[in-house]
């Protein structure tokens, strides 16, 4: 009789507590922009300014630790360390494994900031060198300066490496690559598996759920925007919801397929698409002043380094950037932790952190150089010609303003089009893939979760782009992008906890092999 009530394996798992505190939130969210959207996004941005008031400080510490922590282990003897034990072999090649890793942890934001951010802070520059006069020479290089902080070492080094290290390490134990884990080093197992666990996978799903949909719902607008401008084509609802379903299709099937198959693909067409379209751009563009403008905004960066990365939290320009760029990629961190050290099997901890948190970073930079700088060398030269297309369209006009003003513009704007589409593809495709992993507890969630995830991403989208129209489908996606930043509030204990937990348990395995080897 009892098995008459027994419900199929993947209805359970909706009832666990993580899965209900990962998907309540986001209903509720949902529910409260449909009953009265202006009243949502006043909540949210409460929220969003509590967040980052009280806690941008924390932030701000928490990201240049993470930094100088991580690579004291990877160049220590505990760098050595293989993840997954002494006998794991990597199941992705060098160049597949970098692939994803550049491809997953923030490049999909990083390919459609890198066009605006440098012209903005080129136009208005930041407080970090509120001595520089705008839209001139000199503002060149403090603008790449400050988008090599917040697209360089200690954002990436942020998403991937302690929390990555220190999930790795607990798999080896044979505890599950969940959130949850992260509170054993400072606890015990029975409280990690009891609400406290709960609450980090829930509201760690919640925080990298809600980061993906907002920027995929802005790209969605983004191209549809693009795509109203050709021939027998509007700018329509309609339009944005088939492009959302579009992309849905698109790591649907890619995370159904599995890591192996779908996001490898889809990493490495990426990588061959940029490499294509960053030559083409670097050798059309002002090669010579592109290598000097890197050169000089490096090294003006490098010189900052301390200040720009501990500034003050009481500064508003810094809030409204650093800080919350800070607070985004926190909340993205455990579930992309989680996700790295899934496909970093037979890796050594300093062969991780080196592409982590030196070739990663320095791909990203040489993309907005070349991008980002060629917007900055036409508005030089010609004020007004990029500056006015982004006072009309926003940020999201400025990157076919930059390439429309190339030679084979309508080559490169087709490819940048198909890599936006294409990266922001990876990038659900690999959260849809590790929400499955949290919820389920295994480290090969069923298809039918991952597809679930997968699905929900796409229609949350679809839900927000609607509500009240295209304008106010903006505004929610706004509000929703604040409420990822709230929720990095009770995921920055997790992240703090790996701080200590990743060179303790790496330690403790370095003594375990020092121990095997004497006794050999």
């Not at 990663?360 to 500056?387: D, H, Q, S, Y």
């Amino acid at each position: 009789m009892k098995n008459l009530f027994k419900l199929p394996e993947h209805l359970r798992i909706w009832l666990k507590p993580s899965a209900l505190i990962a998907a309540v939130p986001l209903i509720v969210f949902l529910s409260l922009a449909i009953i009265n959207l202006s009243y949502a996004e006043k909540l949210t941005n409460l929220g969003k300014s509590f967040a980052i008031n009280y806690f941008g400080g924390t932030w701000l510490w928490l990201t240049l630790l993470t930094l100088f922590i991580s690579v004291l282990v990877a160049i220590s003897p505990l760098g050595n360390i293989k993840l997954g034990g002494n006998t794991a072999k990597p199941s992705l090649g060098i160049f597949e494994w970098c692939s994803v890793l550049i491809c997953t942890l923030l490049a999909g934001g990083g390919v459609f900031w890198s066009a605006a951010e440098p012209l903005l802070h080129f136009l208005n520059p930041p407080s970090y060198f509120s001595n520089i006069e705008g839209e001139t020479e000199l503002a060149v290089d403090s603008a790449l300066a400050t988008s090599f902080l917040h697209w360089g070492f200690l954002a990436w080094a942020l998403v991937g490496s302690t929390v990555a290290i220190t999930f790795s390490l607990l798999a080896q134990r044979g505890y599950s690559l969940r959130p949850r884990s992260l509170l054993i080093p400072i606890s015990s197992e029975k409280f990690a598996n009891g609400i406290a666990g709960d609450l980090a996978d829930g509201l760690s799903v919640v925080a990298a759920i809600a980061g993906t949909v907002g920027p995929l719902g802005f790209l969605s607008l983004q191209l549809s925007n693009a795509a109203g401008r050709l021939p027998n084509l509007d700018d329509s609802a309609f339009l944005q919801i088939s492009i959302v379903l579009f992309l849905t299709s698109i790591f649907s099937i890619s995370t159904f397929s599995g890591i192996q198959k779908g996001i490898k693909f889809l990493s490495e067409l990426n990588i061959w698409l940029t490499i294509f379209l960053a030559f083409g751009l670097f050798l059309i563009g002002p090669t010579f002043w592109l290598v000097k403008h890197f050169s000089s905004g490096f090294i003006l960066y490098f010189k900052n380094f301390i200040s720009m990365s501990i500034p003050d939290d009481n500064d508003q320009w810094v809030k409204g950037w650093t800080i919350f760029y800070w607070g985004w990629f926190l909340g993205y961190a455990p579930l992309m932790g989680l996700f790295t050290a899934g496909i970093s099997k037979g890796r050594r901890i300093k062969e991780l952190i080196f592409i982590i948190a030196f070739v990663c970073p320095l791909v990203t930079n040489i993309w907005f150089t070349i991008l980002g700088g060629n917007g900055l060398f036409l508005e030089l030269n010609n004020t007004g010609l990029i500056k006015s297309e982004l006072s009309t369209g926003g940020s999201a006009a400025v990157l076919f303003a930059i390439l429309k003003n190339l030679p084979l513009s309508g080559l490169f704007i087709f490819i940048a089009l198909l890599l936006i589409i294409l990266f922001m593809a990876t990038s659900a495709d690999s959260i849809s893939y590790a929400t499955a992993m949290v919820i389920s507890g295994k480290e090969l969630p069923p298809k039918r979760l991952r597809l679930f995830w997968a699905l929900m991403i796409g229609f949350l989208t679809i839900a927000l782009l609607q509500i009240g129209g295209r304008d106010d489908a903006q505004t929610s996606i706004d509000a929703l992008q604040s409420f990822i930043v709230l929720t990095a509030v009770p995921v920055t204990p997790l992240l703090i906890i790996s701080l200590y937990s990743a060179p303790k348990l790496a330690y403790k395995e370095y003594k375990l092999l020092m121990k095997n080897k004497k006794q050999k």
